[in-house]
């Protein structure tokens, strides 16, 4: 009979878990569909492109938003089970709010881990291709950064023409072993630079020791400077902000290639953020449907779940800016970045235990 009892829980959880997700899956499709045909407007491409592209982006955001999907979809199936009654059928059969709430949550914590271990390596790959075929239609629409195993590379339109800056590595504020192509409009060679290093910290670049080619009458002419200075619309903090998003990493290839990323010039800062906050997704989905059993599970009576949902989604903003907030703050080095991205799952998990004893009680 306790496996009846214990199926019945689970397969109707997964139910509706699913069911929310394909719903805000469709819901992100077609808002980010109108985003992506305006990135091809005036681009030679079919719909399907913007909407192979649409299709393939949202997994990973879903994922991103998962912890309050989980929180919504637990809510939702919590008070199903209470308006129908079959929670006072489950705790006639000695189901207590405690035992329920531990199948639940746990249940979503294992669904974390086999979210990290088996869904994001696919998703990670969707991403990567959605930001290579971006990046293949941007070549005709605007500016282009892109960092690979050949190092960094930047194209910028500049009034004369094109520039296509290509570097090692970047190193802190620097970009090593700089090599720049200052291309006329009818792409045509005007000049090569070459630089050791380069300080981007601003937009106004400063080169060190520098060697300057340039075409003049058919003849190669070289100079050498010990400084020298381009004016660019990227400077370090945009490159950086454009390298925020680690959608293209999975949670395995980031564990395991993350001395290599760090010797490639990726920000430690930024690849720490992004590994615990991999590593703390199943504690956020166990502590968000603990708070979805905290909410429901302390009565038996029949309620209006809309008037929960609307809570839901209150509940959800709350915390969706607090954890934003959260992060801001370890970014800023207010507080270490570590715990700014654990510090919402230590806070609820706070609140979270006073409540467990309270329903528990019920």
């Excluded at 199948?103 to 790959?125: C, D, E, H, K, Q």
């Excluded at 959800?316 to 934003?324: H, L």
């Excluded at 998990?349 to 309270?358: D, K, P, Y």
């Amino acid at each position: 009979m306790n496996n009846i009892f214990l199926n019945y829980l689970l397969k109707n959880f997964l139910k509706t878990f699913l069911i929310f997700v394909l719903v805000f899956y469709c819901f992100g499709v077609i808002l980010n569909l109108f985003e992506e045909i305006e990135f091809f407007k005036n681009v030679n491409v079919s719909i399907l492109t913007p909407l192979l592209l649409t299709s393939i982006f949202i997994p990973s955001m879903i994922i991103k938003i998962l912890p309050f999907i989980i929180f919504l979809s637990s809510m939702w199936f919590m008070l199903k089970i209470r308006n129908n009654k079959d929670l006072l059928t489950l705790k006639v059969f000695g189901y207590s709010n405690l035992k329920i709430f531990l199948i639940l949550a746990t249940t979503s914590f294992i669904l974390g881990w086999v979210i990290l271990v088996f869904a994001n390596p696919i998703t990670s790959s969707m991403s990567k291709y959605y930001e290579k075929t971006k990046s293949y239609y941007s070549k005709d629409i605007d500016h282009l950064v892109t960092f690979n195993k050949n190092g960094l590379w930047i194209k910028e339109n500049i009034e004369n023409g094109q520039r296509i800056i290509s570097a090692t590595k970047p190193e802190g504020f620097y970009l090593v072993d700089v090599t720049i192509f200052h291309l006329d409009k009818q792409s045509n060679l005007i000049n090569k630079i070459n630089s050791s290093k380069a300080n981007i910290k601003k937009n106004i670049w400063n080169l060190e020791n520098v060697t300057f080619f340039k075409y003049e009458n058919g003849v190669l002419n070289e100079k050498k400077f010990k400084n020298y200075t381009i004016t660019s619309i990227y400077n370090h903090e945009k490159i950086n902000t454009l390298f925020k998003n680690f959608d293209t990493m999975s949670f395995f290839e980031l564990v395991v290639n993350y001395k290599e990323f760090l010797q490639k010039g990726y920000n430690k800062t930024f690849l720490n953020q992004n590994l615990h906050s991999m590593l703390s997704l199943p504690f956020f989905l166990f502590m968000m449907t603990a708070l979805a059993a905290i909410l429901t599970l302390n009565t038996l009576k029949k309620s209006d779940n809309l008037k929960f949902i609307i809570i839901g989604l209150l509940i959800s903003v709350f915390i969706f800016y607090f954890k934003d907030l959260s992060i801001a703050l370890g970014q800023t080095e207010r507080i270490p970045l570590i715990l700014a991205v654990w510090a919402p799952v230590i806070t609820l998990s706070l609140f979270i235990f006073i409540g467990v004893l309270q329903i528990n009680e019920k």
